[in-house]
């Protein structure tokens, strides 16, 4: 039976490195990976993964075991990066991603079970081009698209993490929607 996330909050409080390490290998990969699709830089994903880390483990005693550990974790990623894209200036992202990008937003599409040759490679190029149209959305419209369709997150999750309104996770949420379609549509999809 699995220890639940505020069980191991609470070892983790009372001083027991594995609970901690716990709690790190449960969230690492969806972290940096939320992280990195905003950044768009590995290395600096991987620098502020720590230090979202680092920040968390000093402050786990404000955690409310009432709520979902990983929205109290995400809501410190959150602006972590924010506070970082601030700093950078808020570059624009190409639309581009690099080749030895792995970490596709929605590669969970693709199917691996698919039966022909064919079949796989338009699954993997519409998967590389739903990669391109979440990286050429504004970095706020990218990060509520990542928490709802990669982590599964429910809007009011979203709202929580963002700091945003509901309504506004909504509105960013459908406007993403609605430029990732245009973009699909210019790479010919969806014709």
Same mark, same amino acid.
């Given at each position: ?16 490195e ?33 230090d ?15 709520? /979902? ?5 995400? /809501? ?7 506070? *970082? ?6 570059d @624009?992202?190409?639309?581009?991603s ?14 691996? @079970? ?8 338009e699954?993997?190029? %519409?998967?590389e081009? %739903? ?5 050429? %959305? ?25 700091? %945003?309104?509901?309504?506004?996770? /909504? @509105? *960013?949420?459908?406007?993403?929607? /609605? ?13």
């Open positions: 039976m699995e220890i639940s996330d505020a069980e191991l909050v609470a070892r983790a409080i009372a001083g027991s594995p609970a901690y390490g716990e709690l790190v290998r449960r969230y690492e990969r969806p972290l940096f990976s939320l992280i990195l699709r905003l950044v768009r830089d590995a290395a600096q994903a991987e620098d502020l993964a720590q979202v880390f680092i920040k968390a483990i000093r402050a786990l005693q404000s955690y409310d075991p009432s709520r /979902k550990f990983s929205s109290w974790l995400f /809501k410190i990623a959150h602006n972590t990066t924010i506070d *970082h894209l601030r700093r950078r200036g808020l @624009t992202e190409p639309l581009e690099g080749e030895d990008d792995d970490f596709g937003p929605l590669r969970s599409i693709a199917d691996t @079970t698919i039966a022909g040759p064919a079949d796989e490679l699954r993997r190029e %519409l998967g081009a %739903l990669d391109r149209a979440v990286g050429a %959305l504004r970095p706020e419209y990218r990060e509520v698209m990542l928490l709802r369709f990669r982590e599964n997150m429910a809007y009011e999750e979203i709202a929580e993490i963002t700091g %945003l309104p509901l309504g506004t996770v /909504k @509105t *960013h949420i459908h406007r993403a929607r /609605k430029e990732m379609a245009e973009i699909l549509s210019a790479m010919g999809y969806g014709r």
